[in-house]
């Protein structure tokens, strides 16, 4: 979290804005014309929070509520004016909720003696900065960041062409220091332009999150003023240019998440002898980390996570960097021991090594960090014992050794860290047994997991008060066989509770009261008897409850008031009976597992005015009767699993047509992302896939499956199925289904995995299912079907198998042959053809599934959790979006932002 929070950047940051605005009062009475063109420009907007990114005003007021006619507009909130010309040359609506169009005659440009020129964070419905903007000819300072502008940004040369009046463009400010404007994704234009004009004594330039695809230009080494050059997220490709050295007065330099594909770690960054900060996140460098860094001798925070320094070797330049304050390595490939060359850097405060291979033992060179506030050594393959000298660390505030080898005991000089907030210890081969109560000694613990670290827990001697702070509490397969005291008394504070895999088999009722829990993990226990009605009830706070695979026999009809429940799991139990009708008051649910129980019940249709539902799962139980005939109101549903029930009738063909989100194809791609509820956290679920079982532990968004395999059902496959366009998965198997395999099955184009086995299905396979190019499980074992077997795209890779008890069927690959029909040449495809499909399906079905795209995870943080403060916005300016590389980190994501968000808010 420290890396978010470093006291001096924010000072800085504030210190900056309090130069900016100094909200002086006039002696004067400001020019009536001014105060009449404010006006008019506050009543050309209407006020709407809601509409701005990363403003989240829920109240309170807005500067132009003081903007009264007839009063002097000098003293007006957000104005300022100058002392001796009483004239308006400051105007600050920085994140006030404006939503509305600038247009080219607005009174704004009238405001002509503007220097400062804050309008960023509102929501200027995709309005142009238009050329009037080259009207405030003594423009020093202007903001215009994350407000909703798009277009083109006109460079002169277009201006020329288009015969307006060159000198008339934001290009063309000459006193211009600070232009913000990063964070407009849908502005367009060349960097190039704001080198060409004559913006010579830029000090500030923050142009992220706008695309300007193509190179860095060589010419950007003619800012020789900057100070701060922010250009993340834009898109740049090639090199970086070696006159990028000469902007000697760069502080700041932030470049991160483009693709500097060319690769090597540009060396000309040594030359910035005043850089203080340097941001190179997901830059896509490679190799060596030049020696020509360690020059930088200003430098406090290096920001490297997710590149690609494949060698070996620790940079030794970094040891040179003696000033450095915070130092993020996480994710970029580094292997062997952790480097001595960092005992030089006695100045860390924040020290992230996390994601990377480094091995050995984790060196004792801790005396030296007396300032040390954070360390992240997590997922690594660390190996010996937490080392004593730990306790040297007298700062230290988070300790986070996950997912490594550690092994031995827990020190006990861990417990003198008593300023620790968070402790990760989780997934290692700790040999210990420990009272937790123990770690209560870190009263200031708001972060512990122990989850599979090996550790044995007891919790006999616990005591209702300790832990008092806790937020986050992880204790996976701890070995825990009794609930701690304190989570029987407290009421507030605990957001996080896992206490899966472990050997609880007692009374729940005593966790009613942690009315602020908003995921619930007692999944793998041996609680059993009655769901507690309390934890169905938890309004307000409770989002994610899972308690799979316990022995719970029974759920009270009054279950299912949580109005912010959006994962329910509770399968594999014992539960019996019909399903709580109250679970419709769930508004909020989008995942329903209630697999692998005793349930019988008709089908749930009344679950259909649930409007975010994506995730059912009804599979094993004793659901029966038929599915109604009509039009249900499912519309999101992504995955439905109705297998190994009694379910009888025909399948239900108006229902495949209201199942509108399994009839888009027309996602995004660019955009996968995965389900879950918007804060990091994933949702996973188990279902049958190409004749296994797997789990999904993270569920990309356009996975799509349907699967009513081993009921009753009998009747045709309805044609409707081929309206299902977005399926990747359908399983009709075991049934009595009768018929033709309907041709329309050959629209479903993004199938991989094809099951109508065991049926009664007769005719011939359609040749149309050649189509499906991504097919890669086939089965049609046990039906009567006949004829000759299609042959080309996939048809070419499955085997007999697919094709078993069918006696009427003949052709490649059985080797019964058809007799005098013409044996059909496969067509003539490019011998690679089944290999590249399998590969696509590899890079984009499953294993993106299973392995991850981009995360868009602290974004939804962020922004979610904003309060208005310059502060939040100062962070998201430097990391955008992009904070999180790879899907791989999920997990360790989530439990960081768990707390990040809880800091976030305290802020
Ligand atoms: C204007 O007046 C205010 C207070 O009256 C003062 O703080 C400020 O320094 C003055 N600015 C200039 C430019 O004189
Ligand atoms: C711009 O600043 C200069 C020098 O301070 C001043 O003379 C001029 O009047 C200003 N122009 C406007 C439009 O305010
Ligand atoms: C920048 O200026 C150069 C010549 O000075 C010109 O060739 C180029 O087209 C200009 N680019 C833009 C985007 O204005
Ligand atoms: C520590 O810094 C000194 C002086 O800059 C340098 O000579 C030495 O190699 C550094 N030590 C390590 C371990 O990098
Ligand atoms: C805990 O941190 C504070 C400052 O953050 C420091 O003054 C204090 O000495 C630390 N506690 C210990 C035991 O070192
Ligand atoms: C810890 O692991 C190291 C090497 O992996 C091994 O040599 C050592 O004996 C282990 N210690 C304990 C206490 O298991
Ligand atoms: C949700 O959590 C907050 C914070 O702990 C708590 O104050 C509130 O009472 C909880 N809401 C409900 C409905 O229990
Ligand atoms: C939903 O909740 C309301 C009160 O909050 C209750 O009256 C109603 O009966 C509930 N619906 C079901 C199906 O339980």
Redesign the pocket.
């Known amino acids: 979290m420290g890396f978010l929070l470093s006291n001096y950047q924010l000072t800085i940051c504030i210190l900056l804005y309090s130069l900016i605005f100094c909200f002086s009062s006039s002696a004067h009475l400001c020019h009536n014309h001014e105060s009449t063109a404010l006006l008019q420009f506050k009543q050309s907007f209407s006020f709407n929070c809601s509409v701005s990114v990363g403003c989240y005003r829920t109240s309170g007021s807005h500067n132009t509520d003081s903007w009264k006619e007839g009063t002097d507009c000098c003293a007006w909130d957000g104005v300022t004016c100058d002392n001796t010309t009483s004239h308006v040359i400051g105007l600050d609506l920085f994140c006030n909720c404006l939503y509305g169009t600038i247009h080219p005659n607005s009174s704004l440009f009238n405001l002509v003696h503007l220097q400062h020129l804050d309008l960023s964070l509102n929501n200027f419905n995709h309005s142009q900065i238009l050329p009037s903007f080259g009207r405030f000819t003594n423009l020093t300072h202007l903001h215009l960041n994350y407000s909703y502008l798009s277009g083109p940004i006109q ?3 277009e201006e020329v062409w288009q015969g307006n009046n060159v000198s008339n463009s934001i290009f063309h400010l000459q006193k211009l220091q600070v232009l913000w404007l990063y964070g407009n994704r849908k502005l367009t234009g ?1 960097l ?2 704001f080198i ?1 004009g004559t913006l010579r004594h830029l000090r500030s330039l923050a142009l992220s999150e706008i695309d300007f695809t193509g190179e860095l230009p060589n010419s950007i080494g003619q800012l020789e003023y900057l100070e701060e050059l922010y250009l993340y997220d834009c898109n740049l490709f090639g090199t970086i240019p070696t006159s990028l050295g000469n902007l000697k007065k760069l502080r700041m330099l932030a470049l991160g998440g483009n693709n500097f594909n060319n690769g090597q770690f540009p060396s000309s960054i040594g030359h910035l002898k005043n850089l203080e900060e340097l941001y190179l996140q997901s830059c896509n460098f490679f190799g060596t980390i030049p020696t020509s860094l360690g020059n930088l001798k200003k430098l406090r925070i290096l920001y490297l996570p997710g590149n690609n320094l494949i060698n070996d070797q620790f940079p030794s330049s970094i040891g040179h960097l003696k000033n450095l304050e915070e130092l993020y390595l996480s994710d970029c490939n580094f292997s062997g021991t952790i480097p001595r060359s960092l005992t030089n850097l006695t100045r860390l405060i924040y020290l992230d090594l996390s994601y990377n291979n480094f091995e050995g033992p984790i060196p004792q060179l801790f005396s030296n960090f007396s300032q040390l506030q954070s360390i992240d050594f997590s997922n690594n393959q660390l190996t010996g014992p937490i080392p004593s000298s730990i306790t040297g660390l007298p700062n230290l505030q988070s300790l986070y050794l996950g997912s490594n080898s550690i092994n031995g005991t827990i020190p006990p000089s861990l417990f003198h860290l008593v300023n620790l907030t968070d402790l990760d210890l989780s997934s290692n081969n700790l040999s210990d047994t420990v009272e937790l109560d123990t770690f209560a000694k870190l009263e200031y613990l708001v972060f512990l997991d122990l989850s599979n670290s090996g550790l044995s827990l007891t919790t006999t001697n616990s005591t209702p008060f300790s832990f008092r702070k806790i937020w986050t509490l992880q204790l996976s397969s701890c070995n825990i066989s009794k609930i701690p005291e304190f989570l029987k008394t407290r009421k507030e504070f605990l957001e996080m509770l896992d206490l899966s895999n472990n050997c609880l088999n007692e009374e729940l009722n005593p966790l009613c009261n942690l009315h602020s829990l908003v995921y619930l993990d007692l999944s793998n226990n041996q609680l059993a008897g009655l769901i507690p009605t309390c934890l169905g009830n938890f309004n307000g706070n409770l989002t994610l409850l899972n308690l799979k695979r316990n022995n719970f026999h029974g759920i009270p009809q009054t279950f299912g008031y949580a109005s912010m429940l959006q994962e329910l799991d509770i399968s594999h139990n014992k539960l019996q009976g019909v399903l709580p009708r109250s679970l419709a008051n769930c508004t909020n649910l989008e995942v329903l597992n209630v697999g692998h129980n005793f349930i019988e019940d008709a089908f749930p249709f009344w679950l259909e005015n649930l409007p975010q539902l994506k995730i059912i799962v009804l599979r094993d139980n004793k659901f029966h009767g038929p599915i109604p005939r009509k039009r249900l109101a499912f519309t999101n549903l992504h995955i439905i699993d109705m297998s190994h029930n009694e379910f009888t009738g025909t399948l239900p063909s108006e229902h495949f047509e209201s199942m509108h989100s399994m009839m888009m194809d027309d996602e995004d791609k660019s955009s996968l992302n995965y389900m879950g509820d918007g804060n990091g956290y994933y949702y996973s679920v188990t279902i049958m896939n190409k004749g296994l079982e797997m789990e999904l532990v993270k569920i990309i968004t356009i996975f799509k499956a349907v699967d009513f395999s081993h009921n009753k059902f009998h009747g045709n496959i309805p044609i409707s199925i081929g309206r299902l366009k977005a399926l990747y998965v359908l399983n009709f198997s075991g049934n009595g289904l009768t018929g033709l395999i309907p041709m329309s099955l050959g629209d479903l184009t993004k199938l991989e995995s094809l099951d109508l086995s065991q049926n009664k299905l007769s005719g011939e396979i359609p040749q149309q299912l050649t189509k499906l190019t991504f097919l890669e499980v086939l089965n049609f074992s046990q039906n009567n079907l006949t004829g000759l077997i299609p042959r080309g795209g996939q048809f070419e890779t499955f085997s007999n198998t697919s094709y078993e008890g069918n006696l009427g069927l003949c052709g490649f690959p059985l080797s019964k042959n058809c007799g005098n029909v013409q044996i059909a040449e496969p067509p003539t495809l490019p011998s690679s053809f089944s290999r590249n499909f399998k590969f696509k399906f590899d890079g984009f079905g499953w294993e993106a599934v299973l392995m991850g795209y981009a995360c868009g995870a602290l974004l939804g943080l962020l922004i979610g959790s904003c309060i208005i403060q310059r502060k939040e916005e100062w962070l998201v300016r430097i990391f955008g979006v992009k904070r999180c590389q790879h899907g791989k980190r999920s997990k360790k994501v989530w439990k960081k932002l768990a707390h990040t968000k809880s800091i976030i808010n305290c802020l």
């Open positions: 460079s002169s040369s060349k190039q332009s060409n």
